[in-house]
């Protein structure tokens, strides 16, 4: 028997997917949900933690399960875990399987990088095992001796403080793991739904970039160029174009915001086409004393922050004040403009914003 043999299945599940599976998981309803949220000014932070807690806790308490499934699978587990871990990541195992194992040596991906950096994982082991009863020896003189009686599967198990403090650190390794793979994942997937969903509802219809036979009032997603990467291009009739950068930026993350005022060139060619282009930057919010947006007027572009509730109203503007498109949306007041934004929401095909990219694996 091998310790990957001890894993539940429920909690490898979790380990990593992609923003594909995100949406079968949750339903391609209750994330449209989440997207007309934003739309109207809502954080995805907040529409999102509680699925965040959600995988936490799940993933948690699959530990705990496998923990136990191993004690009643190895004589001496406790004493033998770190070898046994040492073992299996050796084997042929899924990427999954060797990271959910890692986590009971407190390892992540990161730490993978930074901690161990090149070194021989017995180096790491040893010292872990020797930090790990130094700690266990300073607690129980801290707290005293503890004894937790745990019946599982019809089974009795008693644990003591190392027992709880191994579990411990692979709860606080997967939650590291899972907090960081969240937040690409709900970076990556609602940057592309929210930019997807808000053009198409503006009127714009999505395209394939090398679909070079339509070039008024289409856009598409994620443009790499040789330097610079733009989120969308928006092309809105011939010879002018839009290129949108979005990014869930918080205003204590400023210099991201900054790097982003300056990233895009002013024309870029599109079919036998040169295409004049204006930058518009999304994001999430702007500190009251940024430069951010004075930045933007410098470089003839504009930032527009997400948590305010009419910002796709004031979107429509500058594309209506600046290059004459005229959205239904304006067509009503900035208040009747959220009711709008449901009824359109619900038309908006989610599944045609996925690229191949988008079956990625998700670190801390």
Request: contains cysteine.
């Amino acid at each position: 028997m091998k310790l990957s043999d001890c894993i539940v299945p429920q909690g490898l599940n979790l380990v990593k997917y992609s923003g594909r599976e995100f949406v079968d998981k949750l339903g391609l309803e209750i994330v449209q949900g989440v997207v007309g949220s934003i739309l109207k000014g809502r954080n995805v932070r907040d529409l999102t933690e509680s699925l965040t807690q959600r995988r936490i806790l799940l993933v948690s308490t699959s530990i705990i399960i496998t923990y136990l499934k191993g004690l009643s699978s190895f004589e001496k587990f406790e004493e033998t875990l770190n070898d046994l871990v040492k073992q299996n990541v050796r084997m042929k195992l899924t990427a999954e399987e060797k990271r959910y194992l890692l986590w009971f040596i407190g390892l992540t991906g990161k730490s993978i990088q930074n901690v161990i950096r090149g070194t021989m994982l017995e180096n790491y082991i040893d010292i872990f095992d020797a930090n790990l009863s130094e700690i266990c020896a300073d607690i129980e003189e801290a707290y005293g001796d503890i004894t937790l009686q745990v019946n599982y599967n019809e089974q009795g198990y008693f644990l003591r403080w190392r027992n709880l403090l191994r579990c411990l650190l692979a709860v606080g390794a997967a939650t590291l793991t899972i907090r960081g793979s969240e937040k690409s994942l709900y970076g990556k997937t609602f940057e592309k739904f929210v930019l997807g969903s808000v053009l198409t509802i503006l009127g714009f219809d999505h395209i394939d970039k090398s679909d070079v036979s339509k070039s008024d009032k289409v856009f598409w997603l994620s443009e790499r160029l040789d330097k610079r990467e733009s989120d969308a291009t928006l092309l809105i009739k011939a010879g002018v174009g839009v290129r949108f950068d979005i990014g869930f930026i918080g205003k204590g993350n400023t210099e991201v915001s900054l790097d982003k005022v300056s990233r895009f060139e002013r024309f870029m060619d599109f079919g036998k086409k040169t295409y004049a282009t204006t930058t518009i930057i999304l994001v999430d919010n702007i500190g009251t004393n940024s430069r951010i947006a004075t930045m933007a007027r410098e470089i003839d572009g504009y930032i527009l922050q997400m948590r305010e509730t009419y910002w796709v109203y004031k979107l429509a503007t500058i594309l209506n004040e600046r290059f004459g498109y005229n959205s239904e949306i304006l067509n009503y007041t900035k208040e009747q403009s959220l009711a709008y934004i449901d009824k359109m929401m619900s038309n908006v095909n989610l599944n045609s914003f996925f690229g191949v990219e988008d079956t990625i694996e998700f670190d801390e």
